[in-house]
């Protein structure tokens, strides 16, 4: 790369401050190809190439309004084709396109080349950094400052309105406003001809343009503006019944478990479909991409799909869609209540999804043993930044696998995976003695439910280091006339606090 780039990263992680680019020639209108492959999440499975014609497709008057802008229930591909601008603008009329688009909004900007800013994305000026001169901005920023600024928008409209929502409520709303209205309104824009990226999600860069539009106004006109502009443009006319269901849509796995049970469809489960990584050279973040289905009955039969660069969102919009397709009716008719005894929140409702950082390896025993051995479990004291102490249970890992073992031979295990599940049973939070006193009763094929965890490994290895240089100094002590007799008494009435120096203490082997 040709270009200088000059760099600077702020702590905020969901945005790095803009660059200054300087490029050999004036090339900024260029539309590169551009491929769904993301740096963020909340995307979803829509392909933008089809978006006008699935709108036009949606004639259920039961079907939410509210996704119609954000899902799809048609077949999507891992990668949506490249599609190729044949006739290239010019830098002036380009320029002029987006002036005479924020003017029709009552965007007035001073400078252009700010304005433009929400316009480009980062990837787009990586990609053509030998064909640009100059200094230009990208939109990262300027997204995440509208983010913010639409959230306060958002939140005040609500307040004003709907007075008796609860903070729950309000955060759903806001959730729902980001990622499906703002993708409403930037299909009602035809934003996707007007920003310039590479090779990154349609859905992503479509939001993160109107986002940063609304952090433009904010950035260089004023927070009266910003705040006419959001309420003008972008928030939508809501009714209660709007607000419910947009609270509603928040909640899908647990409305679709519960409506799953009421009719006795079973198994409802929802899975894995593809993980694969993302082509594009600039992911600033996941380089993934995963796809994610809801099944129904023993037959399998696919409910709803998923797709996006973020596991939790795909997994959210396959609920959705298999709420909106296969049960409009029960939906509509569902009451939802936050505060309910029955209520669960989504991270707590398990639909069997195994994520991609989950592995399942199955092993059987070979003479009584699977070959490895394990650490954690323990109650350990940890104090908070304002001096409070809370206990927590140390998770159980693979401290060590045997040589030639059937852990070993097998090779889908390895030192410093956490163990969550054993068979069906889920370890977390159980006791060093409890998890293997599970291992030694089980028999036959076991299925252990793994995820690596080097953060885990590191601790435990700073902590044996520990251990040891406190062993190696009682041992000293316990030696010395000074300490030993005061040593020897401690160690009568608390021994298990000596149980690394008098060796009272093995580790156990699976």
């Given amino acids: 790369?040709?270009?200088?780039?000059?760099?600077?990263?702020?702590?905020?992680?969901?945005?790095?401050?803009?660059?200054?680019?300087?490029?050999?020639?004036?090339?900024?209108?260029?539309?590169?190809?551009?491929?769904?492959s993301s740096s963020r999440c909340v995307c979803c499975g829509i392909s933008c190439l089809k978006q006008r014609s699935i709108l036009c497709k949606i004639s259920n008057p039961k079907m939410s309004s509210?996704?119609?802008?954000?899902?799809?229930?048609?077949?999507?591909?891992?990668?949506?084709?490249?599609?190729?601008?044949?006739?290239?603008?010019?830098?002036?009329?380009?320029?002029?396109?987006?002036?005479?688009?924020?003017?029709?909004?009552?965007?007035?900007?001073?400078?252009?080349?700010?304005?433009?800013?929400?316009f480009t994305h980062e990837s787009f000026l990586l990609q053509?950094?030998?064909k640009l001169s100059g200094s230009f901005g990208f939109n990262e920023k300027l997204a995440f400052i509208g983010a913010q600024t639409a959230r306060k928008s958002f939140t005040e409209y609500l307040f004003e309105n709907f007075p008796q929502l609860s903070a729950a409520e309000i955060w759903d709303l806001q959730n729902s406003f980001l990622e499906d209205f703002i993708m409403q309104k930037a299909?009602?824009?035809?934003?996707?001809?007007?920003?310039?990226?590479?090779?990154?999600?349609?859905?992503?860069?479509?939001?993160?343009?109107?986002?940063?539009?609304?952090?433009?106004?904010?950035?260089?006109?004023?927070?009266?503006?910003?705040?006419?502009?959001?309420?003008?443009?972008?928030?939508?006319?809501?009714?209660?019944?709007?607000?419910?269901?947009?609270?509603?849509?928040?909640?899908?796995?647990?409305?679709?478990?519960?409506?799953?049970?009421?009719?006795?469809?079973?198994?409802?489960?929802?899975k894995l479909d593809f993980q694969e990584k993302s082509k594009s050279k600039y992911n600033v973040n996941n380089p993934f991409i995963y796809g994610v289905i809801v099944t129904r009955g023993e037959n399998r039969e696919i409910l709803g799909k998923g797709i996006c660069h973020s596991l939790v969102s795909a997994e959210k919009k396959a609920c959705q869609r298999a709420l909106l397709d296969h049960y409009p009716d029960e939906f509509n008719k569902f009451q939802l209540a936050l505060d309910g005894d029955d209520f669960v929140k989504e991270e707590n409702v398990d639909l069997g999804l195994t994520v991609a950082e989950q592995r399942v390896v199955e092993l059987e025993k070979e003479n009584d043993s699977f070959g490895f051995h394990i650490r954690g479990g323990e109650m350990k004291k940890k104090q908070t930044d304002k001096f409070l102490e809370c206990y927590y249970m140390s998770p159980v890992f693979i401290s060590h696998?045997?040589?030639?073992?059937?852990?070993?031979?097998?090779?889908?295990?390895?030192?410093?995976?956490?163990?969550?599940?054993?068979?069906?049973?889920?370890?977390?939070?159980?006791?060093?003695?409890?998890?293997?006193?599970?291992?030694?009763?089980?028999?036959?094929?076991?299925?252990?439910?793994?995820?690596?965890?080097?953060?885990?490994?590191?601790?435990?290895?700073?902590?044996?280091?520990?251990?040891?240089?406190?062993?190696?100094?009682?041992?000293?002590?316990?030696?010395?006339?000074?300490?030993?007799?005061?040593?020897?008494?401690?160690?009568?009435k608390a021994p298990s606090q000596y149980k690394d120096v008098l060796k009272y203490h093995k580790n156990p082997s699976s």
């Fill in 187 to 270: 299909i009602e824009w035809d934003i996707m001809q007007k920003t310039l990226y590479y090779r990154q999600s349609k859905e992503l860069m479509q939001r993160q343009t109107v986002l940063a539009l609304v952090g433009v106004v904010y950035t260089h006109q004023s927070p009266k503006n910003v705040d006419a502009f959001v309420k003008t443009h972008l928030i939508p006319e809501l009714t209660k019944e709007k607000v419910e269901e947009m609270v509603k849509l928040q909640h899908p796995k647990f409305i679709l478990q519960q409506i799953s049970v009421e009719k006795e469809h079973f198994p409802l489960k929802v």
């Fill in 1 to 36: 790369m040709s270009g200088v780039i000059g760099q600077t990263r702020n702590v905020l992680p969901l945005f790095r401050t803009s660059f200054t680019w300087r490029f050999k020639s004036d090339y900024l209108y260029k539309l590169s190809s551009q491929s769904v």
């Fill in 66 to 118: 509210v996704l119609r802008y954000s899902t799809s229930s048609e077949v999507y591909p891992p990668e949506a084709k490249v599609q190729q601008n044949k006739v290239p603008l010019t830098n002036k009329a380009f320029r002029e396109n987006i002036v005479k688009f924020a003017t029709q909004l009552n965007v007035d900007i001073s400078e252009e080349r700010n304005l433009l800013a929400a």
């Fill in 401 to 492: 696998i045997v040589k030639d073992s059937i852990a070993d031979k097998h090779g889908g295990l390895k030192v410093g995976d956490k163990i969550l599940a054993i068979n069906d049973r889920n370890v977390e939070g159980l006791d060093h003695k409890r998890v293997v006193k599970l291992l030694k009763s089980v028999s036959g094929p076991v299925s252990f439910t793994v995820t690596h965890c080097r953060e885990t490994l590191i601790a435990d290895k700073l902590e044996q280091r520990f251990i040891e240089i406190r062993r190696k100094k009682r041992l000293a002590e316990l030696s010395s006339d000074v300490w030993s007799e005061w040593h020897q008494a401690q160690s009568d």
């Fill in 128 to 130: 053509n950094a030998d």
